[in-house]
């Protein structure tokens, strides 16, 4: 398990290590330095065939330090200092109005200048030929969009590692990059890799801020899990260790023992959603799949997927009357776990279909797509939503939802699910290339894992499948949605290592599941 944290929390962080604890920020700002240093000689040295080729002679490897006023800049000139100790041709460029330099910045001049580093003032000295450039501009104290001075600096930086093909190694956040919401604050530098110090930062793991802090590393500078206690985190995150977390399969189980799933999905001409939920549920480890659809699925379902149980309706007959329904009710009765939605259509019978189940229906229950349209364009549904549900919605159906356009659920897409979640008690799976999951108590997961090679059809009803599976198998709507979300995630990661990122396919995902849950 991994703790991300926004850059206010981090700030109180490291204020609870200096006063509370005792640590000196010297002593935080020298490891932090040296964690910089030793990923920047890692490059250098591996990472880099031109430049291991020279490393016999130190002196031709050319290091640009790019730093900035505050403490971020003071650790890129430990940065400096210790690079230069070793042997390396490392220049400090100091930017910005000197008036405005920390204590912890003048204190690591002094130091450097003792030490015969190389520092410079003038932005004519950046266009040097630099093998790497580290980004010590802006940390997590980056305030406001960046504007004069600081965005001529930050373009500049971009050209020259274009031109020169020089690696960027970001200190602590790519500058320019919002560490909670991963938004450009007017322009950023793109890295190779960031080393953040302590804790993740929210930042960095949604988009754009993924894309531009390159592989992310967090460097222990000295900070204690005490102090994230005391302060509070932003989200949490899955990692491959948690896995021994998922339910073992007992060995004198039956069917019976691994849950019995209703998959309600399919309308006419639309068969895929179905089978690629009720396939995915089976993969993930469920016991018995019945998939409930209309009567045209019946044959090719059958086909497809004959380990299934197929029962079918005849939508013409589901109207408002409620005895129209009782074969819903009957189905639900028989379930352990539904899922409601995929591919449904938007007809008007849909509506008392949706509203029968969510009704009736006293198991958890996975709500995705038509389903969860539905429910936007009947809001009153909403009065049926409890504990046991679980949303997953795409970015386009969270709008929907939340009547508001896409862009104002990204300004702080934590928030915005938090308090969808903690607005109707439910479990909210917001589905991005970042997905972010709210429990019912308020955390949030942030997903890590997973590719582009997801971002194809059906790939959606997949991930319904394996939460309905886990849900099946024992675990909790909350802890079902974030393990089935970084599930799906590894088995697009493991999908795309074989047939490339461009030729996955859902049923592909379904398949890798198998191996990994
Ligand atoms: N003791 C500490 O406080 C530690 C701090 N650390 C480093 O210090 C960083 C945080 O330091 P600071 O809080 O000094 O903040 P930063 O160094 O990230 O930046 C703040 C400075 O930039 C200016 N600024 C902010 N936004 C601007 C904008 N858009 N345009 C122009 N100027 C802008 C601020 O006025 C301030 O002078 C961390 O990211 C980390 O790298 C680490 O060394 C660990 C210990
Ligand atoms: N670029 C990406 N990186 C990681 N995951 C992605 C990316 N694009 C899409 N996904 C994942 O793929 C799934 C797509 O779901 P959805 O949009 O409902 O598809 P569909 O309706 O076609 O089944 C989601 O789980 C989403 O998080
Ligand atoms: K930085």
Known sequence: MRYFVTGKQMKQIDQDTIERIGIPSLVLVERAGLAVADAVEEIITSGHPDLSARDKNKKNVRILIACGTGNNGADGIVVGRILHGRGYEAVVFLGGNPEHETEEHRRQQKIAEALGVTMMRKTEDLSGNWDVIVDAVFGIGLAREITGEWKNILEQLSEIAKRDGAKVVATDTPSGIHSQTGHVMGTALRADLTVTFGYGKTGLFLYPGRNYAGKVRVADVGFSDVSLERVGWDCKSLEESDLADLPVRQSDGNKGTFGKVLVIAGSRGMSGAAYFSALSAYRTGAGLVKVLTVSENRAVIQTQLPEAVVSVYDPDQITAEEHSTDFLREACDWADVIVLGPGLGQEPYVEYLVEAVLEHAYVPMVLDADGLNT????????????????????????????????????????????????????????????????????????????????????????????????????????????FGVYLHGLAGESGSAKFGENGVLASNLADEIAKLA
């Open 375 to 482: 429910v936007a364009s009947h809001p009153y549904l909403t009065r049926y939503f409890t504990e046991n549900i679980i949303l997953t919605p795409h970015m386009g159906e969270m709008a929907r939802l939340c009547s508001c356009p896409i862009s104002e659920l990204r300004e702080d897409p934590v928030q915005t699910v938090k308090a969808y979640s903690s607005r109707y008690g439910v479990t909210c799976v917001m589905k991005d290339a970042s997905t972010l999951i709210a429990d019912k108590d308020g955390t949030v997961w942030l997903n890590t894992s997973g590719c582009s090679a997801m971002a194809k059809g059906g790939s959606g009803d997949v991930l319904t499948g394996i939460i309905a599976g886990l849900l099946a198998r024992g675990m909790d709507c909350d802890r079902a949605s974030a």
